[in-house]
């Protein structure tokens, strides 16, 4: 009896480090199959990466859809963007980023590229002033009292990988930022090619500089809009604050005493102006009014938050920009190389689905 009773204990202990082995190899297993998303050209997408570039293309497609809050933008991810599923397109979006981060990774590293003192200098001043801010903010909401997620836990909500992760996608990220900037080098542009670029773009390039006086015709506290009667009142103050300005009075003056702008006072009137401005809501009408007028128009133009007394004090001219136009030309052309590469049958993109399916939206 005690043999069998022995026999039935070792069969036990047998079974239950068996149990470890396969639950321990499982588990390596599974730490491995789900590193990486894809390869490209042998060289692995680990899965950091690809939440990285994920983040980055879900923040940016909310920019773009103008999101406000987070119902719109649970929304937006429920809803379908070109045709396709808003989380899919997103994902593949991701992917397509992480392949041309992974080629130009490799074509830097063919090139014997690497970084130097001054690199590794810049990117741990750019992980201290992002700590900065992020200590910034957990003061702020401790002062506040409410109880909301640390900087670091809403790094990794946005990002879905740790400050340290991070930290090693950087150092690709500056070693692909040193080939991009020695391949474009090799890029010829002609003055006529700035030239004609900046002729047909103008209003892009442009910088616009007016001054402006607010009158509300909203309450600034509560954003509810003022009555018809009390809203014709507001008009007529700006209509007279014009007269002033088409007088000749000092501009910079009548914003210091009238407008009821709360930054007037650092200001003094003056907005700069661009036009990507106008994709900031409260911005697009004045952007619109200014492409459309020359230095020195007055007019008032109704925002959402009131009539605005106006006046363009300056424009840029074709030297004052030449080197966005530049910039904008090289990025252009290195664009289409970069997609000609993507092409090449060698950096041909070979998924791992199983990682895949494992990252969420």
């Not at 396709?84 to 041309?100: G, M, T, Y």
């Not at 992974?102 to 590229?113: C, F, H, T, Y």
Request: aromatic content about 8%.
């Amino acid at each position: 009896m005690r043999k069998k009773i022995g026999g039935k204990k070792m069969l036990v202990a047998v079974i239950a480090i068996l149990v470890v082995v396969l639950a321990v190899g499982f588990g390596v297993w599974y730490s491995y199959a789900t590193s990486y998303v894809a390869t490209v050209a042998g060289e692995k997408i680990t899965s950091e990466e690809y939440k990285y570039f994920l983040g980055s293309v879900m923040i940016q497609m909310e920019n773009d859809a103008q999101l406000q809050d987070e119902a719109s933008k649970e929304a937006f991810w429920d809803s379908k963007v070109e045709g396709v599923d808003a989380r899919e397109l997103a994902k593949q979006r991701a992917l397509d980023s992480c392949k041309e981060f992974k080629i130009q990774l490799l074509k830097a590293k063919e090139k014997g590229l690497f970084l130097n003192d001054k690199d590794m200098k810049e990117i741990e001043n750019s992980i201290t002033t992002l700590l900065s801010q992020m200590a910034q903010f957990n003061q702020a909401a401790k002062n506040t009292g409410v109880n909301i997620m640390s900087a670091e836990e809403m790094f990794k909500d946005t990002y879905g990988i740790t400050i340290n992760q991070y930290k090693v996608i950087l150092k690709d990220l500056r070693l692909v930022f040193k080939f991009v900037e020695d391949e474009q080098k090799r890029i010829a542009i002609t003055d006529e090619e700035l030239a004609s670029r900046y002729n047909e773009n103008k209003d892009i390039f442009d910088k616009l500089t007016i001054r402006h006086i607010l009158f509300y015709t909203i309450n600034p506290k509560t954003e509810v809009a003022l009555a018809e009667e009390d809203k014709k009142k507001v008009y007529d103050k700006a209509k007279a604050a014009l007269e002033k300005v088409n007088k000749g009075e000092d501009m910079e003056t009548l914003a210091l005493d009238l407008s009821e702008d709360s930054g007037v006072e650092g200001n003094k009137g003056l907005l700069e102006l661009t036009y990507v401005s106008a994709s900031v809501p409260e911005l697009e009408k004045l952007v619109k009014w200014a492409l459309e007028h020359k230095v020195g128009d007055t007019d008032i133009v109704e925002t959402n938050y009131g009539y605005h007394v106006v006046r363009i004090e300056n424009r840029t001219e074709y030297k004052d920009v030449i080197q966005n136009v530049r910039n904008t030309i090289l990025a252009e052309k290195y664009n289409n190389i970069l997609k000609q590469w993507t092409e090449e049958s060698q950096y041909d993109l070979n998924e791992n689905e199983f990682a895949l399916g494992r990252i969420k939206i």
